[in-house]
């Protein structure tokens, strides 16, 4: 009985941490959280309205994935990232993604890519939505699931990783502005052609993809620092 109890409260707790992740992920992805700033865990935690700890275990949580780094003493500070870093990444993603895509196209069968279609669907009602934490996660798992027909799982690791170092932040305003929905779409026409076989064509579209969701999170990211300007003046 006591195991039983035990195993329930770790469910508990690990739900709860779940649900605080979600909710740090989505703050960052606002622009909510700003890049460079140090955030204490007892803070959030009293924002959220829960203890301290599920606080730290989710931000363990996302350290690992890559967008907080640990701050001794101090808490969490949000992952700096430059309009340089993010094209370093776009380039080596590009090197990997779109001759991939092209060796998929010629190797993977129809069922294989129709297979993703929901995933892809998923992507574009997400963007209608205005579900940004659904879009993001529903275009990773394409992405990953795709280059993993490829057979490769050390490159589909690699560019996960990539994925979570290059995460969009402030896209609050380009949703709104609803100028996620064509690149949501690409997918759809991405698997069209992979389907009929055209593997050039893949090619470009995915290289074209990649540059499209860069200068997506070129401009969210100049919204959130415009908005966060705003907020310090009106503060002040």
């Known amino acids: 009985m006591a195991e039983a109890k035990r195993g329930k409260l770790i469910s508990v707790q690990k739900h709860l941490r779940d649900q605080v992740a979600n909710a740090l992920r989505a703050a960052l992805i606002a622009g909510e959280l700003r890049p460079g700033v140090i955030y204490s865990a007892p803070a959030l935690a009293t924002e959220f309205g829960v203890s301290a700890t599920p606080v730290r275990e989710a931000m363990l949580d996302l350290a690992r994935e890559g967008l907080v780094e640990a701050v001794r003493n101090k808490g969490f500070r ?92 402030g896209l609050t305003d380009l949703d709104r502005a609803g100028v ?8 759809l026409t991405l698997l069209d052609l992979m389907i009929a076989g055209n593997a050039t064509a893949a090619q470009e579209l995915m290289a074209g993809h990649l540059g499209h969701i860069r200068t997506l999170w070129a401009a969210g990211r100049r919204s959130a620092e415009k908005r966060a300007s705003a907020l310090r003046l009106g503060e002040g």
């Open 180 to 187: 996620l929905v064509d690149s949501a779409q690409e997918h």
């Open 78 to 169: 949000v992952t700096e990232m430059t309009e340089g870093d993010l094209d370093n990444y776009t380039e080596i993603r590009e090197l990997i993604e779109v001759p991939t895509v092209g060796r998929v196209t010629e190797v993977a069968t129809e069922e294989q890519l129709e297979a993703l279609r929901p995933l892809a669907e998923d992507i574009v009602k997400a963007t209608r939505d205005h579900d940004l934490i659904g879009y993001l996660e529903a275009d990773r798992r394409f992405h990953l699931d795709l280059l993993a027909l490829a057979g490769n799982d050390h490159l589909v690791t690699v560019v996960a990783e990539l994925r979570n170092r290059s995460r969009l932040y």
